[in-house]
């Protein structure tokens, strides 16, 4: 802005010379011959004669001069004030209209919805796994990418339409007088024209995108309270797979301000550490029907709600990152336990801890988990991780160096969940694990089904051919620990002999 204009002043700076050397030029040639010629002696001898055809003569020669200075400079300026608006309101990479403009287009789009009766929507787009491209191929790829998905948006409006770009690999499209039908309609159409195959300079690659749409005024009268429903609907479409669209609606909202509320509750939960405590669920030997071992299980008893299930705060947990900390509070907690128990003279249990996904992507995950041992001064065969396949599904290769790191200095590995996940065969030939534990889903009707009974012989067996411990979990009837005896399971686990207890109830009936 400040080159364009010290350019432009220069230009000024040439006009106002010009005219001066006109004037100049004037004033010498042509001031003199005119009065000679025109008025003769009296030229000389009445200054006021004299006077007055030096005005008329300078406003003959200098009125079109002027005139063309001045519509230049109109000129001038309506053209950068149109640059500077253009600027302000669009997209300089697509050429689509900006935030700004987005923004304002939409108010009166919901001024006119309100007053009319006839309902708008918005969709915000969002393009899947976008940062691939510009991590992988560079951010010019990344442009080129914007600038023909920009396209393909603009491609598929109606009349009356409105498309943008809010910014990095967010659109929105706003379509006036629309019914859900027509918005579904629109948001199907955007899928298809974005999932087309991209081709650029000798690149090939595939773009799909999760759509948020808000229905207005259903889904708010105000422009951040539409854009805050698109963007909670877009976030469940990402949920949900990507790739699709999702439609806002108030219990979606209810849900996620729940969902809010919960992850600040936790938070303040593991701040003043009096809510949460552990509980222990007995590990059976099958042969003996004794204890070998204690999985410890997070509980949260919130202070107003009651005691609230693993199931709804562990999640959260995990997608905010509490979960280093709460694993972090489950590993102390257990090993004073440990402490607690050897206190009191009675035998120990060894205790398995859960690790999620989050954790082991943690750098220095084994030095913290193997310094928490030290300074409560327990063996490393007293403590042992269960983790499950979904750990595995990013930077494989570093979660196996870790556990590999575990179990030199003495840790067992329990791969949790077994068969329910994407690689089980591959998960038993290359990772360091000690035991499996199949998941409850094979385990619930092996006492009523063939085939569920032959698919939980067929993974006890695969998982003995890697000279593996197995367990079955959620044994709940005799019927099932019979079948889990007779296919040779080492161990079991479930509401059978025991549902979680607390570390007292442990003391008192089995150390």
């Not at 009766?117 to 915000?124: E, R, W």
């Not at 009268?221 to 669209?245: F, I, P």
Request: hydrophobic share 45%; aromatic share 8%; with cysteine.
């Amino acid at each position: 802005m400040a080159i364009a204009w010290a350019e432009d002043f220069k230009e000024q700076v040439k006009v106002f010379a010009v005219l001066l050397l006109i004037e100049v030029v004037v004033e010498v040639v042509s001031y003199e011959w005119l009065g000679d010629h025109l008025f003769g002696v009296a030229w000389h001898s009445h200054g006021i004669v004299e006077y007055l055809v030096h005005s008329v003569w300078l406003m003959i020669v200098m009125t079109p001069l002027l005139f063309w200075y001045v519509r230049r400079q109109l000129r001038t300026q309506s053209r950068l004030h149109h640059d500077l608006w253009q600027m302000a309101h669009y997209d300089e990479l697509t050429g689509l209209p900006n935030r700004r403009l987005a923004f304002t287009n939409m108010k009166e789009f919901l001024s006119d919805s309100v007053g009319s009766g006839h309902p708008m929507a918005v969709l915000l787009i969002d393009l899947d796994r976008f940062k691939q491209v510009n991590d992988s191929l560079g951010h010019d790829v990344g442009d080129e990418v914007l600038k023909i998905a920009a396209g393909r948006v603009r491609d598929v409006l109606g009349r009356g339409e409105i498309a943008a770009r809010l910014g990095g690999d967010e659109f929105l499209v706003m379509i006036p007088a629309a019914s859900t039908e027509e918005a579904v309609q629109a948001a199907n159409l955007l899928l298809e024209r974005l999932q087309e195959k991209i081709t650029w300079n000798g690149y090939e690659f595939y773009l799909t995108a999760s759509i948020g749409i808000a229905l207005c005024p259903v889904s708010g009268e105000t422009v951040s309270s539409v854009m805050k429903s698109a963007d909670l609907a877009m976030y469940e479409a990402k949920r949900d797979g990507k790739n699709r669209w999702h439609i806002h609606m108030e219990a979606l909202q209810e849900k996620l301000y729940s969902t809010f509320r919960l992850e600040n509750d936790l938070r303040r939960a593991l701040h003043e550490q009096n809510e949460l405590f552990l509980e222990f669920q007995p590990q059976m030997n099958v042969g003996t029907n004794r204890v070998d071992s204690l999985e410890a299980l997070i509980r949260w008893h919130h202070p107003t709600l009651g005691l609230i299930p693993p199931s709804e705060f562990i999640p959260i947990a995990e997608d905010s990152g509490l979960i280093v900390k709460i694993g972090a509070l489950v590993l102390q907690t257990a090993c004073a336990q440990l402490n607690e128990w050897k206190r009191q003279n009675k035998s120990i249990l060894p205790i398995g801890v859960n690790v999620s996904q989050v954790e082991l992507a943690q750098q220095d995950f084994v030095e913290k988990f193997l310094h928490v041992l030290s300074d409560y001064d327990i063996d490393t065969s007293l403590v042992f991780i269960e983790i499950t396949e979904t750990s595995l599904m990013k930077n494989e290769r570093e979660v196996r160096d870790k556990l590999t790191q575990l179990r030199q200095r003495g840790i067992h590995v329990m791969l949790d969940d077994f068969g329910n996940g994407y690689n089980s065969l591959g998960v038993l030939r290359q990772l360091p694990i000690d035991t499996v534990k199949i998941d409850r889903t094979f385990v619930r009707d092996i006492h009523s089904s063939v085939a569920d009974r032959s698919l939980f012989s067929a993974l006890v067996h695969l998982a003995h051919s890697f000279s593996l411990t197995v367990l079955a979990e959620g044994v709940e009837h005799q019927q099932q620990l019979a079948v889990v005896s007779e296919e040779r399971c080492d161990q079991y686990q479930g509401y059978l002999f025991s549902r979680p207890i607390t570390a007292n109830k442990v003391a008192i009936d089995y150390l």
